[in-house]
């Protein structure tokens, strides 16, 4: 069996093989480094950045649900400065790309970060505009096309030639509003889904589990909200898709390729197995042999009933 | 750097209505990854999603395999599949996670636990090679768990029962404060439990100025600290994280009304 090429190239970043670990659920790549070598995946998305440091919000902070969980961390970083000081140079010197995850409350918040990151030499810069665990600012920029425009054309004036990628939320009613809005202001990718607004009740308390009642879902349950999505998005619109929700294996990943997506994000998963990434990366390889097939051919490759 | 085992289960006792000493061979995870007393292992709970943490109660590098003991209490869905496994099952299991209680070989302690908090202090007792005192409650004595292991293991060991149904009449602080009045004699004092008894064991061993070292608990969802879910505030506005700064944390960094 031929050994299948594995590399795609998303917004013009060339990634060894597609699986990306997501936002929130990688630190800052030293955890899962204990388990396995971070430079066998296709890139990673660091922990969502913030202008200023954020303590996020009081615990509990994640509760579980059939198949998936809830958090509601609220963007806890120590700021993109302490960023760049103390966990960049360590990432910089990695065979793997790495993409910043920045939130904002405001345009000019989104435009400072972008320069700092691009002028250090960060990949890619992944706007989040979907966040639903903080107050001001973040989802109502994802809700609403012309502020996700707004953002994203700030971002892309300051990035300097570092590519943007976009961050979708699930929680509207038309994602490929916000996709072709954020489309139109220049963003070179996009990233789906954010994760979707929940709630759990402890019956004994009546309390919600989580102390903000609300937050995120992700997860296996998700994956199908998930791959509608990228279908959607991939229709709607030309940019490449880094696609994520639920996928927890090499046919989780397929399936998400097929919908659409350039390339596939895993973050969940890994809690339930830290080695997820690594095993779907193999699991691809061998997936793709076994098929005659690579993941770029994969992307869009759904055949969909007329 | 913590292991990822598939470990089997050698022994399951019950011991009592909802709980379970469980003991399982971990390859060489113990010898790899023990720091101190007082870590804990995530164990999956398929089909839960999420790992259910589980302190170690007592654990040994051995050849072929090392050996891990917990002890827990039927919860919620989790707990109770875990209870439900036979002997020479295998478990997913990952450890040894977090810092445990700093302890100095040479040592003399106060160990103060309270119901399902009570095992992880066994390790504890045997570390302090026996110069420990043990206090430790429960709702009442149909809960007691381990009396004779902690009694093998220390200088002396006072149970104490809310309902006074059997030891001491009250709670754990209490006792603890009658201790420390006769005999402070002791290097620190080490709690795990539910956090109103931490929090009143803490404020006694300020009182009569001793160190105190918690076991906290938060939701997990990683284990290893990647995913910020296990956040609990500090006394100095910052927020750590029970899985990887913890679970045990000095006392006095902790920030009690949080
Ligand atoms: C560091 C640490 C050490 C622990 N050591 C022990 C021990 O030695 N023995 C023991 O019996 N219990 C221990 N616990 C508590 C144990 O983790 C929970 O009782 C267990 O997770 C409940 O799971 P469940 O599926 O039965 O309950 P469910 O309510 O069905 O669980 C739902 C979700 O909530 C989480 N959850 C519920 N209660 C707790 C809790 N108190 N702490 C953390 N997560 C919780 C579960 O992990 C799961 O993700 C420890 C907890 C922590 C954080
Ligand atoms: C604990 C946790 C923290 C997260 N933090 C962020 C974040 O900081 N920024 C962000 O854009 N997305 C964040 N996310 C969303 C994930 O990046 C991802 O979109 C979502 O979890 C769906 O993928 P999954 O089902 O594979 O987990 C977080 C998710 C989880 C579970
Ligand atoms: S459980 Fe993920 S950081 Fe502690």
Known sequence: ?306 | MPIQHLCTIVDKTPLGADTYWMQLECGDMVEQTFQAPGQFIHIACPPHFLRRPISVATCQSDTPDDGVSIVFQVRGEGTRWLAERSEGETLDVLGLLGNGFAMDPVGRYLLAGGGIGVPPLYGCAQYAGGRAVAVLGFRSQAQVIMPQLFADACENVFLCTDDGSLGFHGFVHQKVEEILCKDRDFTAVLACGPKLMLRGVAEVAAKYGLPCQVSMEERMACGVGACLGCAIPMADGTMKHVCKDGPVFDASEVDWNG
């Open chain 1, 1 to 306: 069996m031929a050994k299948a090429d594995l590399s795609v190239t998303l917004a013009g970043v060339r990634l060894k093989n597609p699986i990306v670990p997501v936002s929130g659920t990688f630190g800052f790549g030293e955890e899962y480094g204990q388990f396995f070598d971070i430079e066998r995946l296709g890139a990673f998305c660091a922990k969502g950045l913030t202008l200023r440091p954020r303590v996020g919000n009081p615990p509990p902070r994640i509760a579980e649900t059939p198949m998936g969980m809830l958090n509601s961390v609220g963007l806890q970083n120590p700021g993109v400065d302490a960023f760049l000081e103390r966990e960049w140079p360590r990432l910089q010197g990695l065979d793997l790309p790495v993409i910043a995850n920045i939130s904002g409350d405001t345009p000019a918040e989104y435009a400072a970060m972008c320069e700092k990151l691009s002028g250090a030499g960060v990949d890619m810069i992944e706007v989040n505009v979907s966040c639903p665990n903080v107050k001001a600012g973040g989802l109502a920029y994802g809700t609403k096309p012309e502020l996700a425009a707004e953002v994203t054309k700030e971002a892309k004036d300051h990035a300097g030639g570092t590519p943007v990628m976009v961050k979708l939320s699930p929680n509207v009613t038309d994602i490929t509003e916000i996709a072709k809005a954020v489309e139109g202001a220049g963003a070179d990718a996009v990233s789906l889904i954010n994760t979707l607004r929940g709630m759990r009740i402890d019956l004994n308390t009546r309390r919600p589990i989580l102390k903000r009642n609300t937050g995120g879902m992700s997860g296996p349950a998700v994956l199908p909200v998930a791959l509608r999505m990228v279908w959607e998005v991939h229709n709607a619109v030309k940019l490449p898709i880094l696609g994520m929700g639920g996928v927890t294996n090499a046919e989780t990943a397929v399936e998400m390729l097929l919908a659409g997506a350039t390339a596939v994000g895993m973050g969940s998963a890994l809690f339930a197995d830290p080695m997820a990434a690594v095993k779907t990366v193999d699991g691809l390889a061998d997936w793709c042999a076994a098929h005659g097939t690579t993941p770029k051919e994969l992307t869009g490759g759904v055949l969909p009933w007329a």
